[in-house]
């Protein structure tokens, strides 16, 4: 079986051992059964009636003040996913993109470009994609930019944590507590409604003068501050992948049209997003092991993405594959919603840099860092260019 330690450092040598000989096995440092195949995995994710998000005892509930968006079911999850998916379609994410995000990256890119050298997980990626989808929500980007990334990052610690250190929850939960920058703006917005995210949040499909409750609302945006910083993360790991293929790098800065597909392949090859939490309602028979009932599982989105049953040569990077899905974002009645979203930022992020430091390269000795694996981050990302 493998260690926390194992998965945290590089998990994918241990899911495909475990595709091959083990796809369902128990991890007693995490208390959870980890599954691993394609199929089994799909199966955790769309099967909602064996299968379930409602997790009592997870920490996101304690950290967020109430139950997220991801952990709801029923007319809970209905409701509240209804109020706001319409802002993250499309069309919408496009037109967002276009009109404040590029901006915000652009501004962010011409700052960094006279250094010549900066950390762009830490100094772009994360920054950029924290104000945009910021002004999205409705918040002050110059204030709750901030608070966002900073919330962004404490829960990947609560979410790779497993009570290793007990504390930690406490601690976080305590620091999320301290919302002044998401309160006031949810209080005025109660009384004078926009067309933002948080503001369809509250008012959406109710009835006039009757906006949903605080524990409907304050613990979905702070558990969206990891969707706030996603974009950043997936925008890092593509650069990350195309620096380890020089050649596809050199094809998308003669074609940026090939942009796209990069994104798309390093969300199926190293996407941020590696496992997805369920709960088994019943007592359930998975990959050959019988699971009891309110076990805890650990869907391996980022394993059944290297899946050799479904994909070839699946540990290779490579925008040119011919098959074009993954489980980057879940699937079923819990698919991500701000998906287009996140990809489109990620996409818009990498078009900006490329166009201000074309020669955009790792700086001299650098060492790739990734690391994590329910939430897998890539690490500082030191980088040189001209000026």
Known sequence: MPTLSELEADPYPAYARLRA????????????WLVTGWQDVHTVLTDVERFTTDQPGSPMIGVCGGTPLLMREGEPHRDVREAV??????????????TIARP?????ADQLAPSAHADLAAHYFEPVAATAVTTLLGLDPDEGAD?????????????NNFGRDPALDGTVAAELAQDTAVTAVVERLRAEPDGSVISHLLHANRPRGLPRPDPDVLPVLKHLALSAIEPGWLAGWTLAALWSTPGHLTEVRADRALLGAAVHEALRWSGPVGVLGRRTTRAVTLGGRQLPANSVIAAAIASANRDEAVFTDPDRFNPHRDLRTHLGFGTGPHRCPAAPL???LAHTALDVLLDRMPDVRPAPGRQAAPHGWKLRLPGPLDAVWEV
């Open 21 to 32: 000989d083990e796809p369902v096995t128990w991890v007693p440092e995490a208390r959870q």
């Open 147 to 159: 608070t966002l990334r900073h919330w962004g990052n404490l829960l990947t610690d609560v979410a």
């Open 104 to 108: 915000i990256a652009e501004k962010a």
């Open 342 to 344: 996140v990809t489109a």
């Open 85 to 98: 998916h319409h802002d993250f379609a499309p069309h919408r994410a496009d037109d967002f993109v276009d």
